[in-house]
């Protein structure tokens, strides 16, 4: 299981930080998706804290022991939506989601 | 430019089935596994199944185990979710995502998505 905050409050122009934890977490690689309402999720970081193209700088992410940070530095308006971490397993052919967290920018 | 379309979807009573497909465009399918990922109302999202590119490797949420089956057709370009038995907990927005690679990793592209209702 993965466990990440309900809801996460930011001013504009400051930064934010979502966390994705859970038991199993450490050797694995995470991932962040972007979803906007009625729009499907877009990956934001891949592989712990790799932003893949288009995706702004202000976009980061890192990763210690069980615990995964999404930070968004400088956040703006644009950048409220719902975050979702994920998780996968090869070996057992398994993938895990997040509950998912709702940034509000106000 | 990289598309997958849903269909499939639709109305259907508790028990009975439905078969969702997802046609892909714009890359190499055959490179990449491929998922479902599914989402109630108002809910997050749910990974539903995966396979992979040669369909050696298949996996399930235990939710639907046993009630939903995962395949491809790698010369039709095509995924396939049958879905038997359904509940009413079974009703949400069905997304056909693409993998970054041919196993399980992180979930690059996503369709639309087509919206499955279980209600009598």
């Known amino acids: 299981e993965v466990t990440q905050p309900p809801s996460v409050s930011v001013s504009p122009g400051q930064t934010a930080s979502i966390t994705c934890s859970g038991d199993n977490l450490g050797h694995k690689y995470i991932c962040w998706y972007q979803q906007k309402p009625g729009q499907s999720p877009v990956v934001v970081i891949y592989e712990d804290r790799k932003r893949p193209s288009g995706i702004p700088e202000r976009f980061s992410g890192s990763h210690s022991g069980n615990t995964a940070t999404l930070t968004i530095s400088g956040t703006q308006t644009m950048d409220e939506a719902d975050y979702y971490c994920?998780?996968?397993?090869?070996?057992?052919?398994?993938?895990?989601f997040g509950g998912g967290t709702k940034l509000t920018v106000l | 430019e990289m598309q997958l379309v849903e269909s499939g979807g639709g109305l259907v009573q508790p028990g009975r089935s439905l078969r969702l497909s997802c046609t892909a465009s714009g890359f190499t399918f055959d490179d990449y596994a491929m998922h479902w990922v599914r989402q109630a109302p108002g809910k997050g999202l749910e990974w539903v199944s995966g396979i992979s590119w040669n369909s050696g490797s298949i996996g399930y949420v235990d939710s639907v185990k046993g009630r939903f089956t995962i395949s491809r057709d790698n010369a039709k370009r095509s995924l396939y979710l049958q879905m038997n038995s359904l509940r009413t907990e079974d009703t949400a927005l069905y997304y056909c995502a693409k993998d970054n690679d041919g196993h399980f990793d992180w979930l690059s592209f996503w369709g639309q998505g087509t919206q499955v209702t279980v209600s009598s």
């Open positions: 994920q998780a996968w397993d090869s070996s057992t052919a398994h993938v895990v």
